[in-house]
């Protein structure tokens, strides 16, 4: 079956220093593989996606992923965290059927940056 | 920057009784879906919807859920006989297209049914 699974309910960092949080995916075929943030009473923001070709791909707020096939990974990064960083992020896996999208989400990762 | 929106942000309703959520895609986007999260759970894929028909639903979306694009711009979802079990913040969702494109989602309606 399809699954993505983001193995941390929550991350801790201190602002400044570099964050990961962490995502793999189960799929069959080649996936397309998204990250989405939420905060507080809002809807889910794209934040960036991997399609195909260069595995470190670049996103808003300065966020980040690198793509792994071999690990099935496709972890969310970014060098300095800062405060206004804090939220709910989601990772995502994208399947095609007929040419159609559905998202198939992971269970969401708190970011909390500390002062 | 176009966004998409929902109404209402919050809907409280007797089990039983009809309910329509609200949704207006972005507007040059032409796939449209919508997505469930019960409270503390995984967002679920319910339904999307192409060219004013259903293109792909999941098992969620039983004979008690539609969608309709009733006009231009809106894109609703109806739960006939509401449960307690469809409690839940709904998501609509649009892109431009259904392949590579990223989702983007509006802010969500919180569902209550007593």
């Known amino acids: 079956a399809q699954s993505v699974a983001q193995p941390e309910d929550q991350v801790n960092v201190a602002e400044g220093n570099p964050l990961t949080v962490k995502c793999t995916y189960s799929?069959?075929?080649?996936?397309?593989l998204f990250w989405y943030v939420q905060y507080p009473n809002r809807g889910l923001q794209f934040l960036l996606k991997?399609?195909?070709?260069?595995?470190l791909v670049k996103g808003s707020y300065g966020f980040e992923a690198e793509f792994n096939k071999s690990q099935t990974s496709f972890h969310l990064k970014k060098p300095s965290a800062l405060v206004s960083d804090s939220a709910l992020y989601f990772c995502a896996v994208s399947l095609t059927s007929g040419g159609y999208n559905k998202l198939i989400f992971g269970a969401g990762t708190r970011l909390a940056v500390h002062p | 920057e176009p966004e998409v929106t929902q109404t209402p942000s919050h809907q409280v309703t007797q089990m039983g009784q009809e309910v329509i959520l609200r949704c207006v895609p972005i507007?040059?986007?032409?796939?449209f879906y919508w997505y469930r999260q019960i409270l503390g759970q995984k967002v679920e894929f319910l339904v999307s919807?192409?060219?004013?028909?259903?293109?792909?639903k999941s098992e969620i979306f039983d004979d008690q859920f539609s969608v309709e694009r009733p006009d231009g711009s809106n894109f609703t979802l109806k739960i006939r006989s509401t449960k307690l079990e469809d409690s839940a913040m709904y998501f609509c969702?649009?892109?431009?297209?259904?392949?590579?494109?990223?989702?983007?989602f509006g802010p969500g309606t919180r569902l209550t049914v007593t």
């Open positions: 991997y399609i195909t070709g260069d595995n």
């Open positions: 799929v069959s075929g080649n996936p397309y």
């Open positions: 507007s040059n986007h032409l796939y």
């Open positions: 969702a649009s892109s431009v297209s259904g392949l590579e494109n990223e989702q983007y």
């Open positions: 919807f192409y060219n004013n028909e259903i293109s792909e």
